[in-house]
């Protein structure tokens, strides 16, 4: 079994800043690529950014240089430092991760339960 965690998520004020963490535990061999994906109310999910285990990180145009991903392979941990919060970027916040149990296998996808970031005065 994997288990991908969420935490960081919670109420700021428009201009704020907040860091998500998402942990991945379990059997784990490998691990893709990582990424953040949010849905508002309302609306569907849509992708945040993603970061590959190596290579360019890819953003949405609406979080490009408000936002940063970022991994530590060692501790299976993806990151989003969102900066310059605005009351549209309230959301649940998804983290997902490609990963497979053993050699051989094709990768799968696992998400986190989310966290709601709330920006609001």
């Known amino acids: 079994q994997v288990q991908l965690v969420e935490s960081g998520g919670g109420l700021v004020q428009p201009g704020g800043s907040l860091r998500l963490s998402c942990a991945a535990s379990g059997s784990i061999f490998s691990m893709n690529a990582m990424g953040w994906y949010r849905q508002a109310p309302g609306k569907q999910r849509e992708l945040v950014a993603s970061i590959p285990s190596g290579g360019n990180t890819n953003y949405a145009d609406s979080m490009k240089g408000r936002f940063t991903i970022s991994r530590d392979n060692a501790k299976n941990t993806v990151y989003l430092q969102m900066n310059s919060l605005k009351p549209e970027d309230t959301a649940v916040y998804y983290c997902?991760?490609?990963?497979?149990?053993?050699?051989?296998?094709?990768?799968?996808?696992?998400w986190g339960q989310g966290t709601q970031v709330t920006v609001s005065s």
């Open positions: 997902n991760a490609d990963l497979r149990h053993r050699v051989g296998v094709p990768y799968s996808r696992y």
